[in-house]
C-alpha cells in the first residue's frame, strides 16, 4: 500500500494588486496521485468501515444495536479513542513510549497521513467525533436529552449538550446511523473525556440501543472468557486476549471512576444503563508556543533599515504620508531552510523537538493507579508535545523589514512624541507580501503611528511583483525565489501557479521564481502546513521583542519608538495567525483583527474561494460527500489544531481588547456578498435537492458543503472570543450608542480585500462607492481604536470610531 505523496499538485492564483483570484476563486487546484485512494483506505478502521452487518431501518420494532467490535475483520471503534495509545511492544505500561498517538500504518510504504497524526500526543479539540450504529431511524433528539453524554474527567463533569458539544446524524453515510459529536467550543487541550451512550438513546420508535457483544463482554468486572463474562461466540483465543487489554486497560477504568466508582461517581450513570462508552484524550496546544514566547528573543533580532525613500524614486512624492525604510532583522527558524542538496526542505519539514529540554512536569497517559505517568517516564518525541514542548531551532534566519515612519513633510504630519513613536505590527493575507502595508500605514501614520511588517512565511516580493523595489539584494527573500513548477504572470503582476512536489509527475521549474505564498498551506504535508502557522506566530513574537529597542537607521538616525508600546493589525491570514499570537503573546497593547477565521479545513471547504478547487483535488480520491473526504477534514483539522487560532481565540480576547473586521454582504440592494474567501460561517450547502455533493449551492457565497463545519468561518471565532458585534451598512453613519472594544464590526459593503484596497477588485455585486467607503471607514476604525490604545486609554475607555471618518468617493 502506497501512502499520500507528501503535495498535492497545486494551482494558485496570487495577486498583486489585490488577488485576481478572489475574483475567480483563488484556483487552488490539487490533483492528487492515485496513490491516495489507497492510503486512505487504511483509514477504514478510523471511519468504522465493515459496520455495516445487522444494518436494518426500525420497521416492525427492529432494536438497534452499538457498533463496536475491535477485534473483527474488519474492526470497528468509534473515533477517536484512546486505543490508539496502545504499543504492545512497551512491556512496561502497553502505551506508547513517547506519548503521541500509535495508530495502524503500513510499515512499508506508510500513509502519510496516519505518519503525521502519530506525531501528535493527543487527538482534536474541535473535530466532530463519531460513533455508528446498526440502524437507521435513530432518534436524534434522545441523543441530545441525555441519550449521549461527553464527561471531563478532570472535573468528573459532564458537558453541556446544545452548549458544550450537539449530536446529529452524519449525512454521508449509508446504510447505518453515524452520530457526529460536535463540539461547540473547543475541548480542553491535554484532557481525557469519556463518552457514554446511555439508555435514553432510542430508535425514532422508542425502541432501546442494545450493546454489541464485544462492549458487554469488556464492560464486565470479571475477566473476559471467566465463567461470569464468557468469551462473544466464535472468539479465538487472541480475540479474547485482546478484548482482556480493552476491558482493563480501557472500559473498566472508566466504569470504576465515572460510573461505579466513588466517592462521586457521575450522577445517573450504572452499570446497567450504558450502552457503551470510551475515552478519548486532547492533545496539547499551546505548549510549544508559550515556549517560544518565554524564550524571545531566541535569537538577537538585530533590527536594522536604510532609507528606501532616499535610494530610489520608485515610491513617488516626498510628502507622502510615509517615509519608508527597508531593512532585516534576524528570526529563529524551526523549519528547516532550503539546501543544494534538498531545496525544497521548507516543504517537508515540520517541527522537532529539543530532546535536551523536556518538560519536568506530567504527560496525560494514566500510571494505572487513577492518575497520569510523569514526562521524565518517556521518551523524547519526534515532534513536539506536552513533554517535549520546545521546539529545536534549525537555523538563524535573516527576513526583510519593511518600516513605515510618519513623513514630517506630509501635510498635517503629526509630531514625533518625546517619548517616541508607538508601533504597528501589520501582517499580511496569503499569497501576498510585505508591501500591503503601505495601504495601511498613512492612515496610521495620521494617528501617530510607525508601521512595521515582515512577511509570513514562504511569502515574499517576487522579482515579477509590483513592489520589485523594495527587494533588496542584500536580503533574500522567504520565498527563498524557489522555482520548483510553472509560474505564468499576468496583468500587474498576477500571479498563477501550478506546481507538484513530490507528489505524481512533478513539473519541471521554468526560470521565474514561484509566486508568494504559493506553499503555505500545504494539503499533503499537513504538519508543515501547520507549523507554518506557528512559525508565522514565532516571528511575530520575535519581531515584538526586537521592537522593545529603537530601529537602527544606517547612516541615519535611530528611528525613535515607544519601547513596548506595540499594537497589531493582521488582514486575513495575517488575523488567523494575529489571533493565535495575541492568544500567547502579551507584548501587544490592542489589536485590529481583519476578516480572520479559524477550523481551517473546514473553511477552506466552505470558502466560494478555496472549496471548489479542494474538492475538484480530492475528486478521483475522496469524493465530497463521502466518509473518505469527511475523514481527511477530520483528519486535516486534527493536525493543524495546535495552530488554529480556534484553540487561542479565548485567551486572545480575555488578555487584549479587540476591534474585528467582518464583511457579511447585503449592501446594493442585497447583492453586495459576504466574504467569499474567509466564510463568515460554514452549513451544509447541498443545492435544490439537498443532494451532496450539488451541482450548484444554494447559498453562492458558500462552495458545496456536506457537512456543517460548526468552528469553522469568522462567525465562530467571533463567539469563541465573546465580541460584541454591531452591522453596518454603506455610507456608514456613526450609531446611536458608542462602541466599546472587542466589538466585531460587522460590514454589509465591500468584500475579503476591503482592508488593504479602495477598490471593488473586481468582486460582483459590490459598488464602487461602497468599496471605497468599507476601505476608508475600516482604516479610520483600526487607525482611532489603536490611537487610543496607544494613548494608554484603559479597556473599558476604548471605543472603535464608527462612521466619523469622511469618506467621500474621489470625483
Request: hydrophobic share 40%; with cysteine; aromatic share 6%.
Amino acid at each position: 500500500m502506497r501512502g499520500l505523496p507528501p503535495f498535492f499538485i497545486v494551482k494558485r492564483c496570487t495577486g498583486v494588486p489585490l488577488a485576481r483570484g478572489w475574483r475567480h476563486r483563488a484556483e487552488n487546484i490539487m490533483r492528487l496521485s492515485q496513490s491516495v485512494l489507497s492510503a486512505l483506505a487504511a483509514t477504514c478502521l478510523l471511519a468504522a468501515c465493515g459496520g455495516d452487518s445487522d444494518n436494518n431501518d426500525a420497521e416492525g420494532g427492529v432494536p438497534a444495536r452499538s457498533l463496536f467490535a475491535p477485534t473483527a475483520a474488519s474492526p470497528v471503534v468509534p473515533f477517536p479513542i484512546d486505543l490508539f495509545f496502545s504499543d504492545a511492544t512497551n512491556m512496561a505500561t502497553g502505551l506508547t513510549q513517547d506519548t503521541t498517538l500509535n495508530l495502524p500504518n503500513d510499515t512499508a510504504s506508510p500513509n502519510p497521513l496516519v505518519t503525521a497524526l502519530n506525531r501528535l500526543d493527543g487527538f482534536s479539540t474541535s473535530a466532530t467525533l463519531f460513533t455508528d450504529l446498526a440502524l437507521n431511524a435513530i432518534s436524534i433528539d434522545s441523543a441530545n436529552a441525555g441519550g449521549v453524554l461527553v464527561i471531563n474527567t478532570g472535573t468528573g463533569m459532564p458537558l453541556a449538550p446544545g452548549v458544550d458539544y450537539d449530536v446529529v446524524q452524519s449525512s454521508v453515510i449509508q446504510g447505518r446511523t453515524r452520530l457526529l459529536i460536535r463540539p461547540l467550543q473547543p475541548l480542553q487541550p491535554g484532557t481525557t473525556y469519556v463518552v457514554v451512550l446511555t439508555d435514553t438513546l432510542t430508535t425514532q420508535t422508542g425502541l432501546p440501543i442494545l450493546r454489541s457483544s464485544a462492549f458487554e463482554a469488556t464492560a464486565s468486572p470479571d475477566p473476559v472468557g471467566s465463567e461470569n463474562n464468557p468469551a462473544p461466540a466464535g472468539a479465538t483465543p487472541t480475540q479474547i486476549a485482546t478484548l482482556e487489554l480493552i476491558r482493563t486497560r480501557l472500559i473498566r477504568p472508566i466504569f470504576d471512576r465515572l460510573i461505579d466508582g466513588t466517592p462521586d461517581p457521575t450522577p445517573g450513570l450504572d452499570g446497567d444503563n450504558v450502552v457503551l462508552t470510551w475515552s478519548f484524550t486532547t492533545q496539547s496546544i499551546s505548549e510549544s508556543l508559550a515556549s517560544v514566547n518565554a524564550d524571545a528573543p531566541r535569537v538577537p533580532p538585530a533590527l536594522g533599515v536604510a532609507d528606501t525613500q532616499a535610494t530610489s524614486g520608485t515610491f513617488g512624492d516626498p510628502t507622502n504620508a510615509v517615509r519608508i525604510y527597508s531593512g532585516s532583522m534576524n528570526l529563529p527558524s524551526f523549519l528547516d531552510l532550503p539546501s543544494q542538496t534538498n531545496p525544497a526542505a521548507p516543504l517537508t519539514t515540520f517541527w522537532t523537538a529539543d530532546e535536551t529540554r523536556p518538560s519536568d512536569g506530567n504527560s496525560t497517559l494514566p500510571n494505572g493507579q487513577g492518575g497520569v505517568l510523569p514526562c521524565a517516564f518517556f521518551q523524547p518525541s519526534v515532534s513536539t508535545t506536552r513533554c517535549f514542548p520546545v521546539p529545536e531551532v534549525k537555523a538563524t534566519q535573516t527576513v526583510p523589514v519593511l518600516v513605515l515612519v510618519p513623513n514630517n513633510n506630509a501635510p498635517d504630519a503629526p509630531v514625533a512624541p518625546d517619548g517616541g513613536w508607538p508601533v504597528v505590527i501589520f501582517q499580511h493575507g496569503i499569497t501576498r507580501n510585505r508591501a500591503d502595508a503601505l495601504a495601511v500605514a498613512p492612515a496610521l501614520a495620521q494617528a501617530g503611528f510607525v508601521t512595521v511588517a515582515i512577511d509570513l512565511p514562504l511569502h515574499g516580493i517576487t522579482p515579477q511583483s509590483p513592489a520589485m523595489g523594495l527587494r533588496s539584494t542584500m536580503v533574500p527573500e522567504r520565498t527563498f525565489d524557489l522555482d520548483l513548477g510553472p509560474t505564468m504572470v499576468g496583468e500587474a503582476g498576477a500571479c498563477d501557479q501550478d506546481t507538484a512536489i513530490l507528489g505524481g509527475a512533478a513539473p519541471a521549474p521554468d526560470g521565474t521564481t514561484d509566486c508568494s505564498g504559493a506553499y503555505f498551506v500545504n494539503p499533503g504535508g499537513l504538519l508543515t502546513s501547520r507549523d507554518n502557522l506557528r512559525q508565522a506566530v514565532a516571528d511575530l513574537i520575535q519581531l515584538a521583542a526586537g521592537l522593545q529597542d529603537d530601529i537602527t537607521v544606517v547612516n541615519g538616525p535611530a528611528i525613535d519608538l515607544d519601547n513596548g508600546n506595540i499594537q497589531y493589525a493582521g488582514h486575513s491570514l495575517g488575523g488567523i495567525v494575529g489571533t493565535t499570537f495575541l492568544g500567547v503573546s502579551d507584548a501587544i497593547n490592542a489589536a485590529t483583527l481583519g476578516m480572520p477565521g479559524s477550523g481551517i479545513p473546514g473553511l477552506l471547504d466552505g470558502s466560494a474561494a478555496f472549496g471548489a478547487d479542494l474538492a475538484d483535488g480530492l475528486a478521483g480520491l475522496a469524493p465530497e460527500g463521502t466518509d473518505t473526504y469527511e475523514t481527511y477534514i477530520r483528519f486535516a483539522q486534527t493536525i493543524l489544531d495546535s495552530g488554529d487560532p480556534i484553540n487561542y481565540a479565548a485567551q486572545a480576547a480575555a488578555g487584549h481588547p479587540v476591534h474585528l473586521v467582518e464583511i457579511i454582504g447585503g449592501a446594493n440592494g442585497g447583492n453586495n456578498p459576504p466574504d467569499l474567501v474567509v466564510p463568515n460561517f460554514v452549513v451544509r450547502n447541498a443545492g435544490e435537492n439537498d443532494v451532496c455533493p450539488a451541482s450548484a449551492s444554494l447559498l453562492p457565497f458558500l462552495d458545496t458543503v456536506c457537512e456543517d463545519r460548526v468552528l469553522s468561518g469568522t462567525d465562530p471565532l467571533v463567539a469563541q472570543m465573546g465580541l460584541d458585534s454591531l452591522e453596518i451598512m454603506p455610507p456608514y453613519a456613526a450609531p446611536d450608542a458608542q462602541v466599546g472594544a472587542d466589538t466585531a464590526v460587522r460590514f454589509t459593503g465591500g468584500h475579503h480585500g476591503s482592508f488593504i484596497t479602495p477598490t471593488t477588485a473586481g468582486t460582483p455585486g459590490v459598488t464602487e462607492a461602497d468599496a471605497f467607503q468599507t476601505f476608508c471607514e475600516i482604516q479610520g476604525q483600526m487607525a482611532g481604536f489603536l490611537g487610543q490604545a496607544a494613548a494608554g486609554l484603559p479597556e473599558d475607555s476604548l471605543s472603535i470610531p464608527v462612521g466619523v471618518t469622511p469618506c467621500a468617493l474621489p470625483q
